[in-house]
């Protein structure tokens, strides 16, 4: 077996890649599968999703998932799911010395502070990329999307939050 070993630039533009060729591919492969019949129109009696839409990069795609929810499940069918409704903490992270400055500094003050603690790893600056932050849908967005997809929506908590839950029902 052989080993290569990759600068973290190389890997992270590989890996970026890699995720702008599975998106492009999963936009091209679900309308087929819709067609294939994989999840048929009103097939199922529930959905469920937690802390994943938050991670979502673009709200459009969050949203396209709801609408989705709402063809496939049957009448009277149930989606429970949660969404970030807080653009607040979705954004470019901090400059990394800003983030580090107060452990750097603690260090420095039990004498256990090495130059090599200022430089950044690759997990470090790969966060940097917009992809990380993931995404925040507005209220009224996910409202209008649920009533696209034919759900009604019967309960919503914690809206303003990362951990915005709800609960939406297909009309019987």
């Known amino acids: 077996m052989a080993v290569t ?18 998106r492009a591919m999963f ?7 819709r ?3 994989l999840y048929p129109d009103a097939s199922v009696d529930g959905c469920f999703s937690h802390v994943v839409f ?6 459009a795609i ?11 499940l049957r009448p009277g069918g149930w989606a429970v ?3 970030s409704t807080n653009p607040e903490l979705h954004h470019e992270p901090a400059p990394y010395r800003v983030r580090t400055g107060l452990r750097i500094r ?8 090495q130059p090599a603690d200022q430089e950044r790893s690759h997990e470090e600056r790969s966060h940097e990329e917009r992809s990380w932050w993931g995404s925040a849908v507005e209220v009224e967005s996910l409202r209008s999307a649920t009533e696209q997809g034919g759900l009604q929506i019967e309960r919503l ?16």
């Open 35 to 37: 067609h294939r019949g």
């Open 81 to 83: 799911f949660q969404v």
């Open 5 to 22: 070993r990759l600068a973290p630039e190389e890997a992270t533009r590989i890996l970026n890649g890699f995720q702008r060729d599975a």
């Open 157 to 172: 908590v914690g809206e303003g939050t990362q951990f915005t839950t709800v609960l939406a029902r297909r009309a019987s």
């Open 106 to 113: 603690i260090k420095g003050l039990l004498g256990t502070h």
């Open 27 to 33: 936009e091209q492969l679900l309308p087929s599968l």
């Open 62 to 72: 969050t949203l396209n998932y709801v609408r989705e929810m709402g063809r496939v």
């Open 54 to 59: 938050q991670h979502i990069p673009d709200p």
